[in-house]
Nanobody, 123 residues
Framework: QVQLVESGGGLVQAGGSLRLSCAAS????????MGWYRQAPEKQRELVAR???????NVADSVKGRFTISRDNAKNTVYLQMNSLKPEDTAVYYC?????????????????WGQGTQVTVSS
């Protein structure tokens, strides 16, 4: 019912910047929260940052001051501006969205994930 398409990953040198984008499409009634998670090799997936439809944000301590999450509600798109990148930021970054959609059974909740985009930071 909800599809997320990510873009913007790539290879960058330490200290560089990247901007990730994630666009949501489908038959959703609302997108309450959009966010970014990441998973490095042999590590668990972790929250990077998330933002509500009202603009409230939650950012991981490890990226505070370097990463900024923003959202364009009109475009159903969330962005992650990543500055001062470090090799330890290397991971697959996943977009996530949660909200409601309409089905034959009524209004239901969804929790959607993108396919992931690789971010590699070289030292």
């Amino acid at each position: 019912q909800v599809q997320l398409v990510e873009s913007g990953g790539g290879l960058v040198q330490a200290g560089g910047s990247l901007r990730l984008s994630c666009a949501a499409s489908g038959s959703m009634l609302s997108i309450n929260v959009m966010g970014w998670y990441r998973q490095a090799p042999e590590k668990q997936r972790e929250l990077v940052a998330r933002i509500t439809s009202g603009g409230s944000t939650n950012v991981a301590d490890s990226v505070k001051g370097r990463f900024t999450i923003s959202r364009d509600n009109a475009k159903n798109t969330v962005y992650l501006q990543m500055n001062s990148l470090k090799p330890e930021d290397t991971a697959v970054y996943y977009c996530n969205a949660g909200g409601t959609y309409s089905s034959t059974g009524g209004v239901r909740l969804y929790d959607a994930w993108g396919q992931g985009t690789q971010v590699t930071v070289s030292s």
